[in-house]
């Protein structure tokens, strides 16, 4: 069964950091491409970043291009996401999925395991 588990959400000041960490357990994980979701209240669930199985590819949101960096340590079993400069519309639940291949996906339709999210709040 694999499970991910992500951690490091928080309470931030506008400008600020965190980074997320997101933790995978019961299978290879480096055979599978990783991806940083998030979801405010009432809005959709978006992809903010994701990677490829060795970190060769990666992708990130306009909207948060040049704030967030999104890396993986497949010897840890973890993916990250760095993220910079918050403003107070990054305040979401930030989720990590993982996709059923080697690649990275648009769409979470792709993306067959969840983690059980962590809140990022940013204050202004």
């Known amino acids: 069964q694999v499970q991910l588990v992500e951690s490091g959400g928080g309470l931030v000041q506008a400008g600020g950091s965190l980074r997320l960490s997101c933790v995978a357990s019961?299978?290879?994980?480096?055979?599978?491409?990783m991806g940083w979701f998030r979801q405010a209240p009432g809005k959709e669930r978006d992809l903010v970043a994701a990677i490829n199985w060795s970190g060769s590819s990666t992708y990130s949101a306009n909207s948060v291009k040049g704030r967030f960096t999104i890396s993986r340590d497949n010897a840890k079993n973890t993916v990250y996401l760095e993220m910079n400069s918050l403003k107070s519309e990054d305040s979401a639940a930030y989720y990590c999925?993982?996709?059923?291949?080697?690649?990275?996906?648009?769409?979470?339709?792709?993306?067959?395991?969840w983690g059980q999210g962590t809140q990022v709040t940013v204050s202004s």
């Open positions: 999925a993982r996709s059923g291949t080697m690649n990275w996906y648009f769409e979470d339709r792709r993306y067959d395991y």
């Open positions: 019961g299978a290879t994980f480096s055979r599978y491409g």
